[in-house]
């Protein structure tokens, strides 16, 4: 199976990057062909993310903090979640519908093509309307960042764009195993939507609300919280539940190079061992 | 689909037919193993999720929404529970959707079987399987983890199941309205996005009804998609006892005769429309 070799390296890469500009420009102009249709998907992706922040600030109607977090301090951590995610569900979201091509056999026609199954996968069905989800998680996050208790300094400043990419990195090795998965197990999408979606849904909450042994999963286990928790931690101030030491808090670009790394491998790995449906 | 070859006689056979295509149903969704084993383990995460962040909250407001603890960490798990049966996320008609876009609705039409209590009796054999096969192990976990108000006498629970019976029944005619929309509608895409948020939102999923502040949760729990989830968690988590659990019984049927018969209106006037391409 060539298209699943690494190849001669940068080369590539190149052509990865090449093949998944062109199918995404494809995908978004066919969406944009129905402008319409497409505003109301996009509105109703926007919407569907609203839903969480209006059941948080339903919650803080009755309260004033949430395991001792304040809803500012909650928007940040629901806001830097958030566009992590959102960034890699708009950028490689299309990767969890790997399942399905297994299943009808349609893999093997990107096998055929000249280009990086992995590029073409994941730009494969390109969903534009999923800004909707960056947009809401940037307008939360913006709406936190004046009203959160920071003494922004020039490296607190830097700390938010970098979180978001790092947390994006994470988020998308997390897209790439659970897809990688599906290799061997076409009907498990499901599974993954527990770490990418269930992972936003408790990062947005403080750590303190959860079980120990939970925090300690998505820390040591699949390390989600490096995604916004430890470095949120560190800008506002606050003790970590674990009692970790401090430099751990900036740990977010290793733990995202070293799940990067992982995830690649299991996708290599996924791709050798795939074997077509048949004639 | 399951087609009963003795079609033409009416009357008692009907019956019988319409719970074969029940039971087909239900076997037919029982094949897909992996895709509910993934469905449970996406449950019970999203199960853990959720049931912290409520105890967070009760911790901080001890008698919200009338809820004890306890009773609000049950209707977490019931929420779970009961996400795939009463079809809270969409699904299950997706099939009579691309039916009626096709055209090949047209065909069905022809049948001597009734198109809504064809759907009708197919949506309760999903909701049956997705009760059992998706149900009872997050529940079971739940109750495991945590300290959940669980009815211990059958009659409670024999009540918790109408009321799931009539949840799933109105679940499915605002699903099937939406489904008949595609008579009208190009790409029915939007308002099941549409129809599958406002589901979320005021079945209770995201927020028990009962914590809505004010007027907005005295209306919320006046809408059918109250009688989907909010009526059944409430009759086991024993919010509702006695006299009020046969007035949520009688709320979820009125509600679901109403939109029963809507849908019919409805799929008389979708069915004078008809016009297969081609004649």
């Known amino acids: 199976m060539a298209s699943g070799e690494p190849g001669d390296g940068g080369g590539r890469v190149a052509q990865g990057f090449l093949a998944y500009r062109l199918i995404v420009r494809m995908w978004v102009r066919s969406a944009l062909a129905y402008r319409a249709s497409f505003l109301m998907m996009a509105f109703g992706n926007f919407a569907a993310n609203a839903l969480d922040f209006v059941a948080i600030m339903l919650m803080f109607s009755g309260i004033d903090a949430l395991g001792g977090f304040s809803l500012p301090e909650v928007a940040f951590l629901y806001g830097t979640s958030g566009v992590s995610l959102g960034l890699t569900d708009l950028l490689l979201g299309s990767i969890e519908g790997l399942g399905r091509r297994v299943r009808d056999g349609t893999l093997d026609v990107l096998l055929l093509r000249p280009a990086p199954v992995f590029a073409q996968v994941a730009a494969d069905r390109f969903a534009l309307r999923r800004l909707g989800r960056l947009t809401q998680a940037v307008l939360v996050l913006g709406w936190s960042l004046p009203r959160i208790p920071v003494d922004w300094t020039v490296g607190r400043v830097l700390m938010v764009p970098l979180m978001a990419v790092c947390g994006a990195a994470i988020f998308a090795a997390v897209f790439t195993a659970g897809a990688a998965f599906q290799f061997w197990a076409q009907d498990a999408a499901e599974v993954q939507n527990s770490f990418t979606y269930g992972g936003n849904a408790m990062l947005q909450y403080p750590p303190t609300v959860f079980a120990r042994e939970l925090v300690r999963g998505v820390t040591f286990l699949v390390p989600l919280a490096f995604v916004n928790w430890l470095p949120a931690l560190w800008l506002l101030g606050r003790p970590d539940p674990l009692g970790l030491p401090g430099w751990v808090d900036f740990l977010g670009p290793v733990v995202a190079a070293l799940m990067c790394t992982g995830a690649g491998l299991a996708w290599r790995l996924g791709l050798r061992s795939y074997r077509s449906t048949g004639s | ?279």
């Open chain 2, 1 to 279: 689909m399951l087609w009963p070859s003795d079609g033409n006689e009416a009357g008692g056979k009907s019956v019988v037919w319409y719970l074969a295509v029940a039971a087909g149903s239900f076997r037919r969704y029982a094949t897909y193993r992996i895709a509910t084993v993934a469905g449970v383990f996406t449950n019970t995460v999203f199960g853990f999720i959720v049931a912290f962040t409520y105890l967070a909250l009760w911790h901080e407001r001890p008698h919200l929404g009338g809820y004890d603890q306890a009773q609000a960490l049950a209707f977490v798990w019931t929420g779970q529970a009961l996400l795939a049966s009463t079809g809270l996320m969409g699904g299950g008609l997706d099939e009579l959707q691309e039916r009626i876009r096709s055209g090949d609705i047209a065909v069905d039409l022809y049948r001597p079987a009734d198109l809504q209590l064809w759907w009708l009796a197919a949506d309760l054999g999903r909701a049956g399987l997705q009760l059992i096969g998706r149900g009872v192990a997050p529940m079971v976990v739940g109750a495991l983890a945590f300290p959940l108000a669980l009815p211990g006498d059958p009659l409670t629970w024999g009540g918790f199941l109408l009321s799931v019976l009539l949840g799933v029944v109105v679940g499915f005619s605002l699903r099937y309205l939406v489904a008949l929309a595609s008579f009208w509608l190009l790409d029915g895409a939007g308002l099941a996005l549409i129809s599958g948020l406002a589901c979320m939102f005021f079945s209770g999923m995201v927020l028990p009804l009962r914590v809505f502040p004010g007027a907005l949760g005295e209306i919320a729990q006046l809408l059918p998609w109250a009688a989907v989830l909010q009526v059944p968690a409430d009759v086991l988590v024993g919010a509702r006892s006695g006299g009020a659990v046969l007035r949520g019984l009688v709320f979820q049927a009125a509600w679901g005769g109403a939109l029963l018969a809507l849908g019919r209106l409805v799929q008389a006037a979708a069915t004078r429309k008809v016009v297969v391409h081609g004649g």
